[in-house]
């Protein structure tokens, strides 16, 4: 299902003033798309909606995301010592495994 917002107004409308702000005339067009959609036909029970992969992919990622865990703001503060008192060390390994991992999830 498209709507072709190009052809709103309908032809030869709107074409008069030149010097028509171009906020009132979003606003007009606005407007008639309102009463252009609440005239138009009652969607039928055959319409349907396809989300793209794209969108399906954002939707994981916030499903995902939303079941993180907050900050373990002890687990933050022993990092911190540790890299202030010069104990942390760096694995290198684990990163890049990590990263590899955060690619093979994207899709990339």
């Keep these: 299902m498209a709507i072709d ?9 709107n074409q008069g003033s030149v ?6 005339d ?6 008639a798309a309102a009463r252009q959609g609440a ?3 009652n969607p039928s029970s055959d319409d349907t909606v396809e ?3 794209a969108v399906q992919v954002l939707q994981q990622l916030e499903a995902s995301i939303r079941d993180l865990p907050e900050v373990n703001e002890q687990r ?17 390994e ?15």
Excluded: D, W, Y
Aim: net charge positive.
């Design 39 to 41: 005239e138009g036909s």
């Design 76 to 92: 933050v503060e022993e990092i911190r010592t540790a890299i202030a008192e010069g104990r942390f060390e760096i694995n290198a």
């Design 51 to 53: 989300l793209s992969p």
């Design 5 to 13: 917002f190009k052809g709103i107004n309908g032809p030869n409308q």
């Design 94 to 108: 684990r990163i890049a495994a990590k990263l590899v991992n955060l690619e093979r999830s994207l899709g990339s």
């Design 26 to 31: 979003s606003a007009s067009r606005g407007q």
């Design 19 to 24: 010097s028509q702000s171009r906020g009132s």
